[in-house]
């Protein structure tokens, strides 16, 4: 099926989460009170309005664990979470520590001072890096560990033009919007950093050839066709960036990035893999490039500030720690103690409680179960996931794989009433990305609810 330019932009619009609009609607099957009303009627006259973000849907009172609790007293296992709650909302222990370099009257580090709490964490997640990703530098966000991302590859490789995918989402500034390569964060704002190519990501069940989704291979040989074509007339490749699982997401094979690896090798670029969302535990895999290769830079954030504290930051090899006459990371934030102590806490959490080990038992868990349950339903196109990172392909025809944004919204108002809370991306892929932190009860939950409302919505499944 061709989209059509509005449907097209329609699509790229939510490639990061529910319309505004359509996340209300889901909302305003709920009655709200009178204190949340009044509250949403304030943020709305307060904030600078932007899609994704404005209008909001409802208003917190608290988020602990797994859940998330509106001012009705409505509870909801949240399987959104922004990516940061993968320790869990409120966590005791990163709270305690925070409150611990409080209480150490160090709250903030001056330029050319450093702390032993950043130290020790610094070492920390060295320590737990994959194999040659050996340095750290540290920012408030993920939008700035991009930057400082292309300035390494660009300073070390000489060259200045990168290759990223359509439609993903590195961040909101200039050189992290352009490699996002998608037209909502980029419409209006003029030129965007010069020297960007796009390529598409590996989509094995919507792959543009309508190859059968089971040849892997020769879909993965018609995407790389695409970046050997751009080296082939590029020589000045500072870097390929990309997410190592996509948040859909979409699951590359190992075949894919150890084929990549091996062109940037040849060229003498640098593969970036963006974490952001992927990495710290949620595919079963402490970072989710140990289930295929080793990148350049490791860009990591989000969930790494404990849920509670912004920080991010990229992880590289000890080579190229060369650019000691510049500054790519010069932020006033940069070796926070109290976010640090908050990341050091967050590690130690997920050490004790053996939850990269519970995301893949859960995530397998969850995957079968949707599986299962997809035999009854074709409307489900596709299941695919790794560890707690899992989505739903509605579809209206299997043979057309025609997406189906009606019953995705119809689902995500069913879960939303019965105590689930999720995003839809692409009109019509539902997208789980619970804490890792749940059980196989709460599993189960999930399943069960999926199931009735499937149920619930069988007319327009028919």
Not at 388 to 394: A, E, F, S, T, V
């Amino acid at each position: 099926m061709i989209d059509s330019p509005s449907t097209k932009r329609e699509r790229d619009f939510v490639q990061q989460g529910d319309t505004h609009k359509s996340g209300s609607q889901a909302h305003k099957s709920q009655s709200l009170g009178d204190e949340a009303k009044t509250w949403l009627k304030r943020d709305a006259n307060v904030f600078l309005h932007q899609a994704l973000s404005t209008p909001v849907m409802n208003v917190l009172h608290s988020a602990d664990g797994a859940y998330i609790t509106d001012f009705d007293g409505n509870r909801y296992l949240d399987l959104h979470g922004n990516g940061v709650h993968n320790i869990g909302y409120n966590n005791k222990e990163v709270a305690s520590a925070i409150i611990r370099q409080l209480s150490d009257e160090l709250t903030f580090v001056p330029r050319r001072y450093t702390s032993r709490v950043t130290v020790k964490f610094a070492e920390k997640i060295v320590g737990m890096a994959p194999e040659g990703l050996d340095r750290i530098l540290l920012c408030p966000g993920g939008s700035e560990a991009i930057e400082m991302a292309i300035m390494l590859a660009k300073h070390t490789t000489g060259k200045w033009k990168t290759i990223s995918f359509w439609n993903q989402y590195h961040g909101n500034t200039f050189q992290a919007a352009t490699l996002s390569g998608n037209e909502h964060f980029t419409t209006g704002l003029g030129p965007m950093v010069p020297g960007a190519f796009y390529v598409q990501y590996p989509n094995y069940y919507r792959n543009p050839w309508n190859i059968n989704p089971e040849e892997t291979e020769k879909i993965d040989e018609c995407y790389l066709s695409e970046i050997r074509t751009i080296f082939k007339h590029n020589p000045d490749i500072a870097a390929v960036v990309g997410t190592t699982i996509a948040s859909t997401p979409c699951i590359p094979s190992s075949y894919f990035w150890s084929e990549v690896r091996s062109i940037c090798d040849e060229h003498d670029s640098f593969l970036i893999f963006d974490e952001i969302v992927c990495g710290l535990g949620r595919t079963g895999k402490l970072f989710a490039c140990e289930h295929y290769v080793t990148p350049d830079v490791l860009v990591i954030g989000k969930a790494l500030g404990g849920g509670i504290l912004p920080l991010a930051g990229i992880l590289t090899r000890d080579e190229y720690n060369t650019v000691s006459d510049f500054s790519i990371g010069h932020f006033t934030h940069e070796k926070s103690p109290v976010s640090t102590a908050a990341s050091m806490a967050m590690l130690e959490y997920m050490e004790a409680h053996r939850l990269v080990e519970n995301a893949k038992a859960i995530g397998d868990y969850l995957l079968d179960g949707f599986r299962q349950l997809q035999q009854f339903y074709p409307c489900i196109g596709t299941v695919q996931g790794k560890g707690l990172l899992i989505c739903l392909d509605l579809i209206k025809d299997s043979t057309s794989k025609e997406r189906h944004p009606k019953l995705a919204n119809a689902i995500l108002t069913y879960g939303l009433e019965h105590g689930l809370s999720f995003k839809i991306i692409d009109t019509n892929v539902i997208t789980l990305r619970p804490s890792l932190i749940i059980t196989k009860e709460e599993a189960d939950f999930i399943l069960d609810t999926f199931t009735a409302a499937f149920q619930q919505n069988n007319d327009q499944i028919k």
